[in-house]
């Protein structure tokens, strides 16, 4: 079975830096055909896609956010590790990591999220 | 970067109602469009990808069609665990945008 959750703090303070988990099962993250995105959705808007890193370390990221993420993996973990910067009210959102398949680039399985409020 | 725009923004139906929903890529996408669907306090469930494969263990009512830059998402009929918001969501050169969401309500 194929399982992804994500863990880290729920509160943080403005300008502090974000850190998230995503603890995969079931799959490799040296497999070839997959990889792993993070995205974010705020209260009551749509979903934003973050970054995203393929099997060989590859990584892609937002554009209007790139400047404050980084995404990592360690594969022995199965882990993969999204950082974002100088966190602000506005970044207050359920953060997913999900599964892509390369042959589609689709996101086939989903963390359950984890919420993210910035408040001093 | 790649916009991607859908409509209705809101859709009020009835069970048994045929719905269509219309995503459009500001540049060509190719095939590289998926569906989702999301109910309140849950992740999203992926529906079809690359515009018109239906993932596994979705029901054959969802449908996908489209390529370039115009898809649509088609429940053929209606159900009640339909009631909910679906997005579009594109690939492209390393790059992933949804669309806004359309909320389909009941009637």
């Known amino acids: 079975q194929v399982t992804l959750k994500e863990s880290g703090p729920v509160l943080v303070k403005p300008t502090e830096t974000l850190t998230l988990t995503c603890t995969v099962s079931g799959f490799s993250l040296s497999n070839a055909r997959m990889g792993v995105s993070w995205i974010r959705q705020p209260p009551g808007k749509a979903l934003e896609w973050l970054a995203h890193i393929f099997s060989n370390d590859e990584k892609s990221y937002s554009t209007s956010l790139k400047s404050r993420l980084t995404i990592s993996k360690d594969t022995s973990k199965s882990q993969v590790v999204l950082t974002m910067t100088n966190m602000d009210p506005v970044d207050t959102a359920t953060y997913y990591c999900a599964r892509t398949m390369v042959r589609s680039y689709g996101m086939d399985v989903w963390g359950q999220g984890t919420t993210v409020t910035v408040s001093s | 970067d790649i916009q991607m725009t859908q409509s209705p923004s809101t859709l009020s139906a009835s069970v048994g109602d045929r719905v269509t929903i219309t995503c459009r890529a500001s540049?060509?996408?190719?095939?590289?469009l998926a569906w989702y669907q999301q109910k309140p306090g849950k992740a999203p469930k992926l529906l079809i990808y690359k515009a018109s494969s239906l993932e596994s263990g979705v029901p054959s009512r969802f449908s996908g069609s489209g390529s370039g830059t115009e898809f649509t998402l088609t429940i053929s009929s209606l159900q009640p665990d339909d009631f909910a918001t679906y997005y579009c969501q594109q690939y492209n050169s390393c790059t992933w945008t949804f669309g806004q969401g359309t909320k389909v309500e009941i009637k």
């Open positions: 540049q060509s996408i190719s095939s590289w």
